[in-house]
């Protein structure tokens, strides 16, 4: 993924995130106001906490730190557990989020295997920490 098209997908999950959020919240407030027969309330207890689990999500994606990363992990399960047609986009992101460019994009190191001892290193790394050797960067494997 390219830069422009990491920021696209952060910009378009906070759209989502501020999107269902407040229905989430507005969806469970006027089911506790209006009452709820005893068969919606397990439904009422599923939907309570995933409004404010959004809205995290929005929240953390725009701090692009590890703390946000995880709360996007977080609302991208949220949209898992939440509305059925919500789990396409829980899916979609989760993908995207695993990603080593999402993942740089909110400064997290990527881990790589060292081509001579196959051990993990982090992909910044200029020298393997296993066995000494220097490792070729990033512009010497594209040239290759």
């Known amino acids: 993924m390219s830069p422009k098209e990491v920021e696209k997908s952060i910009r378009q999950m906070r759209q989502i ?7 989430a919240i507005l969806a469970t ?10 068969e919606y309330t397990p ?7 995933l409004g404010p689990v959004y809205l995290l999500a929005y929240y953390g994606l725009g701090k692009r730190d590890k703390s946000g990363y995880q709360l996007a992990q977080l609302g991208s399960l949220g949209l898992l557990a939440g509305f059925p ?4 986009f829980g899916l979609t992101y989760l993908t995207k989020l ?18 001579y001892c196959a051990e993990t290193v982090l992909d910044e790394a200029r ?3 296993h066995c000494g050797r220097d490792l070729p960067s990033g512009q010497e494997e594209q040239q290759a």
């Open 17 to 23: 995130f501020v999107f269902f959020g407040p229905i």
């Open 29 to 38: 407030i006027g089911m506790l106001v209006l009452g709820v027969d005893e």
């Open 43 to 49: 439904l009422v207890c599923c939907l309570l906490p």
């Open 85 to 88: 047609l919500l789990t396409i």
């Open 98 to 115: 695993s990603k080593p460019e999402m993942k740089r994009a909110f400064g997290i190191g990527v881990e790589t295997k060292c081509p």
């Open 127 to 129: 020298v393997c920490k």
